[in-house]
């Protein structure tokens, strides 16, 4: 079939149309709104703008949405990964604010580790709870999202935690090679995901194991040991986003630091094209979902709308995406496509 | 039961020889925690086995109550309703709203609870309808509740109406004991709940569409009308219980009952209600909101022990139950 359809088409058909499309739409409304809004300049070395902004945003998000994306293509969800950044910003500093030298990179390299050490150890857990003790995702996970952030506060003892090592800061503020540290951590992170799934046969076992996690047992896949090996991943994932965003504010607020993060990162997910059902991923639709997820942050309240109306649009998005999906809402669609007006309808149910 | 040939049984027999079904043991479990939890305070604190802590206890968690009794519903036909927390800010912030601009409490009252069953509707319209799953969908309910609260204002606006303030503090005495209406309210609709679901066809239904929904399909049920119908109850007690915390805390915030559909699912759990659909009961989930504000107040009156404790407590309750539960029915198959 692919072979007879002519390259304009088979673009058409293209996975990554719709997001790429939903973020170059948010994009032209800010130049309306704000006809600087694309302009990027360089000043003291660093890139300075909207864009660069949004890219740096994006990276919490992005980091734990790759993790997710894992999870998801095994038919789980992992509702634990905000409260998992909680924690693991509650160890990086209280680790820093204890050790001799606060402001010594040696500290802040130990608090790093030790945190994310941390996340990796959670993340097995929601992973023995769904592989050996064959909780449902959703229910295993549930459980590190209630307690884990009242671990966090008890990690802080109920404060806000503040820092000051130049080196942690550096996580959400520096700059490399003119790019925001963060979403440069991001990227090589979605690089390195990238890598291990589609080089390897690895990306093709999580499928397998979200088609049927019992049928791929059979055909000799170890089910067991991948899922548990993505909910630790999907920790990890956690861990170092929640270590962004700490470092972003040098401090650490158990209670909202990575509040409702989960949520943006299943959207993230969602929106590039992952099927909530398991068994089909795609990273680069990820990489688009979080970046859309930024921009629509920054768009709100640069076309004059408060950004705490951001939630709303999140909730139209993530509705029109699921119709988009849902076979019943397609054949609905479909019905209708045999009229004459077809681009046009096909667009105004995605837009 | 079984061995009982006599056939006149004295009464005092048939209570010596009466074993509860095994149906109710998760309840049973949860009602001994309940108990043995308020033994333990008894006897560590004074002051704390006055039977005015548990009536305080049901006056403090009548809106919970009331959201698990809605939970309860949606979790026995195998879904979940995480907009429950947002639902309660936006009626907080309907009725706040409303009021300020002069409208009768009867209206504002009105205003809400329709808010609430639209919402439960509308989620119910696209779980069922669209084959979205209620994760995700109520989760898109979540963001639409704390948006549109976030809309009407991003201030606290405190509740000054008379009617309101009147009901908030109407309290029935039993001698030197008392009860607020809204904890009155919060018990009624404990009592709906259970009549609906032990002795109505929309109850069944519920019950058969948790256990297996293309059996209930098959058996020509009313499954799409009881599946839309349950978070249409979910999302009428999610407003009920948004203003039962209006009459309680006499304000609309957008940060208000942050979190609180993980109280309510954990309540719902705890009382015993299998995640998976089919199992469990209304009273089950009252006695689990028990024993979560229970521990609260053990915390509080310890006072050594910070909040934060109540939040681990209430993971550690959530992981026993659902390990429990798991290798419960395991054996079982």
């Known amino acids: ?351 | 039961m079984s061995t009982a040939t006599v056939p006149a049984d004295s009464l005092w027999d048939r209570v010596r020889g009466y074993t509860p079904s095994s149906r109710y043991y998760p309840v049973l479990a949860t009602l001994a925690l309940f108990l043995g939890l308020f033994a333990v305070g008894g006897v560590r604190y004074e002051g704390f086995a006055d039977p005015q802590v548990l009536l305080s206890l049901l006056i403090d968690n009548a809106f919970l109550i009331v959201l698990a009794v809605g939970m309860t519903f949606v979790i026995l036909t195998g879904g979940i309703d995480l907009s429950v927390g947002s639902v309660v800010a936006l009626s907080t912030m309907i009725a706040a709203r409303t009021l300020e601009m002069g409208w009768s409490p009867y209206l504002s009252i009105a205003a809400v609870l329709t808010t609430g069953i639209l919402f439960g509707l509308l989620m119910g319209l696209l779980i069922h309808y669209f084959d979205i799953q209620p994760f995700i969908a109520t989760l898109a309910g979540l963001f639409l509740a704390r948006g549109l609260t976030f809309l009407i204002s991003v201030e606290s606006i405190s509740i000054k109406d008379a009617t309101f303030t009147e009901f908030a503090f109407k309290t029935v005495r039993f001698g030197d004991y008392y009860l607020r209406w809204t904890a009155i309210v919060a018990l009624l609709v404990v009592a709906v709940g259970a009549y609906v679901l032990a002795r109505t066809r929309f109850g069944r239904t519920v019950y058969a569409i948790g256990g297996s929904e293309s059996s209930a399909m098959l058996m020509g049920l009313r499954v799409a009308f009881t599946k839309v119908g349950v978070y249409v109850i979910s999302g009428f007690c999610a407003a009920l219980g948004g203003l039962l915390f209006s009459f309680y805390i006499l304000s609309g915030n957008s940060l208000h009952a942050v979190g609180t559909e993980l109280d309510a699912i954990a309540a719902v759990v705890i009382g015993g209600t299998l995640l998976t659909g089919g199992r469990g009961y209304v009273v089950g989930s009252l006695l689990g909101v028990l024993v979560l504000g229970l521990i609260r107040v053990l915390i509080s009156f310890d006072g050594t022990l910070s909040s934060y404790w109540v939040r681990i407590i209430t993971g550690a309750l959530l992981l026993a139950f659902v390990l429990v539960q798991r290798f419960a029915t395991r054996r079982q198959r």
């Open chain 1, 1 to 351: 079939m692919p072979e007879t359809l002519s390259p304009a088409r088979r673009a058409l058909r293209h996975p990554l149309l719709w997001p790429v499309l939903a973020l170059a739409v948010l994009l032209v409304v800010n130049v309306i709104a704000t006809p600087t809004f694309l302009n990027i300049r360089i000043q003291d070395g660093h890139l300075y703008g909207n864009l660069v902004d949004i890219v740096r945003n994006s990276a919490p998000v992005l980091l734990i949405a790759l993790g997710m994306t894992l999870v998801i293509a095994t038919r789980g969800i992992d509702l634990s990964v905000g409260a998992i950044a909680a924690i693991a910003a509650a160890v990086a500093c209280t680790r820093i604010v204890a050790a001799g030298d606060e402001a010594a990179l040696s500290t802040a390299v130990m608090a790093v580790t030790y945190a994310v050490v941390v996340c990796v150890l959670l993340g097995a857990w929601n992973g023995f709870l769904v592989s050996v003790a064959g909780i449902q995702p959703i229910i295993a996970t549930l459980i590190l999202m209630v307690a884990g952030r009242g671990i966090s506060m008890a990690i802080t003892d109920g404060q806000i935690t503040t820092v000051n090592n130049p080196y942690f800061s550096d996580l959400a503020s520096g700059y490399v090679l003119t790019l925001p540290v963060a979403f440069i951590l991001a990227l090589a992170v979605f690089a390195l995901t990238a890598l291990l799934t589609r080089r390897t046969a690895l990306g093709m076992l999580i499928e397998a194991v979200g088609i049927n996690p019992e049928a791929s047992r059979l055909a000799g896949v170890r089910a067991r040991t991948i899922i548990w090996t993505v909910y630790a991943f999907s920790g990890f994932c956690a861990g170092v986003a929640g270590l962004v965003i700490a470092a972003n504010t040098n401090s650490v607020n158990a209670n909202s630091l990575g509040l409702w993060i989960e949520l943006d990162a299943i959207l993230a997910v969602v929106i590039g094209g992952t099927s909530l059902a398991g068994g089909r991923f795609s990273l680069t639709g990820t990489l688009v979902g979080a970046l859309f997820i930024a921009t629509l942050a920054r768009t709100i309240p640069n076309i004059g709308i408060p950004s705490e109306a951001n939630y709303l649009f999140k909730a139209v998005v993530v509705i029109a995406v699921c119709l988009l999906q849902s076979p019943r809402a397609r054949a609905l669609l479909r019905v209708r496509r045999r009229g004459p007006v077809v681009p046009v309808l096909a667009k105004g149910t995605a837009a």
